[in-house]
């Protein structure tokens, strides 16, 4: 009689379970039907990308901050810029300053970028007089390397040498590598 009990409840779960199954999949079932007699459409994003945003591309620059420690900032720009004259193109963005109001920028006012050579692996940069109107050994210092961090993340570019007019000034007379930079103490 016990036994009988107990098969009787084994085939009563057992029936359960597979009404309950058999319900799982006739809901399943019915929602793929659905899903498939639905018509597709089409996504549309809201703006298709662009051909100049395809050729974007993000360049970083060195800036002084607050404690005149060099830092590092990103910056989005079209690589078509960068097509002629790479290095001219990344010093005017360095001379045009940093986004962010946490940084500075390490040249004085009215600086320009007259030219700049690659020779050996070292650009040689041409400015205009303005550059030599540094405030102390301090913006020296930034200006040299921020030019020499900022070139240097280049690979053809291993030094830099800072000609003012076409000469080259007693204040930069050396060219700075990431091995030789300037240091404050100089």
């Not at 107990?6 to 929602?31: A, C, G, R, Y």
């Not at 946490?102 to 004085?108: H, S, W």
């Not at 053809?156 to 000034?169: A, T």
Request: proline share 4%; net charge negative; glycine share 2%.
């Amino acid at each position: 009689m016990k036994n009988k009990k107990i098969f009787f409840m084994l085939f009563l779960v057992l029936i359960i379970i597979l009404i309950i199954l058999f319900f799982i999949i006739k809901s399943f079932n019915s929602k793929t039907t659905s899903d498939e007699n639905m018509p597709l459409s089409d996504y549309t994003p809201e703006e298709e990308i662009s051909s100049k945003q395809l050729r974007e591309t993000v360049i970083t620059l060195y800036f002084p901050d607050t404690n005149n420690e060099l830092k590092s900032e990103g910056k989005l720009i079209d690589s078509l810029d960068l097509v002629n004259n790479p290095y001219q193109k990344i010093i005017e963005l360095l001379l045009e300053g940093p986004q962010s109001e946490n940084l500075f920028k390490a040249f004085p006012e009215n600086t320009k970028i007259i030219d700049v050579k690659l020779q050996n692996n070292c650009a040689i940069l041409n400015f205009s007089e303005e550059l030599l109107n540094y405030e102390d050994e301090n913006q020296k210092y930034n200006i040299i390397n921020s030019l020499l961090n900022t070139l240097t993340e280049l690979n053809e570019v291993n030094s830099i040498q800072i000609l003012v007019n076409n000469d080259l000034p007693k204040d930069f007379e050396t060219e700075y590598t990431l091995k030789n930079p300037l240091t404050k103490s100089e």
